[in-house]
């Protein structure tokens, strides 16, 4: 199970951090990756993290301002947004990869096999 929190309102320029914690089941070994989807539109890439953490990518839209890390030991990824823009108000869902040691995390929805709830992150302008 993959429990998401941290969203929220924010102005725009604003910081939020969101966590995903997994229960049940260690996934350590397992790529990780944040995905949003805004209302009327499609569920998206926001940002991945590979197994060991060494290898990341970010859609263009967020590149510079959003940074996702993991902590093992936990079984927990971070998101953090800087610099938020109205753009990126959506639920923003946690995903995990379908099979371990994925060298690059892949950016395709259909790649991730485990999804959190989604935490509400909401931009004002």
């Known amino acids: 199970q993959l429990q998401a929190s941290g969203g929220g309102l924010v102005q725009a320029g604003g910081s939020l951090r969101l966590s995903c914690a997994a229960s049940?089941?260690?996934?350590?070994?397992?790529?990780r990756a944040w995905f949003r989807q805004a209302p009327g539109k499609e569920r998206e890439f926001v940002a991945g993290?590979?197994?060991?953490?060494?290898?990341?990518n970010y859609a263009d839209s967020v590149k510079g301002r959003f940074t996702i890390s993991r902590d093992n030991a936990n079984n927990t990824i971070y998101l953090q947004m800087n610099s938020l823009k109205p753009e990126d108000t959506a639920v923003y869902y946690c995903?995990?990869?379908?099979?371990?040691?994925?060298?690059?995390?892949?950016?395709?929805?259909?790649?991730?096999?485990?999804w959190g709830q989604g935490t509400q992150v909401t931009v004002s302008s």
């Open positions: 995903a995990t990869d379908r099979g371990p040691y994925r060298g690059v995390p892949p950016t395709t929805r259909g790649e991730y096999a485990y």
């Open positions: 049940g089941r260690t996934f350590s070994a397992y790529a």
């Open positions: 993290i590979s197994w060991s953490g060494a290898s990341t």
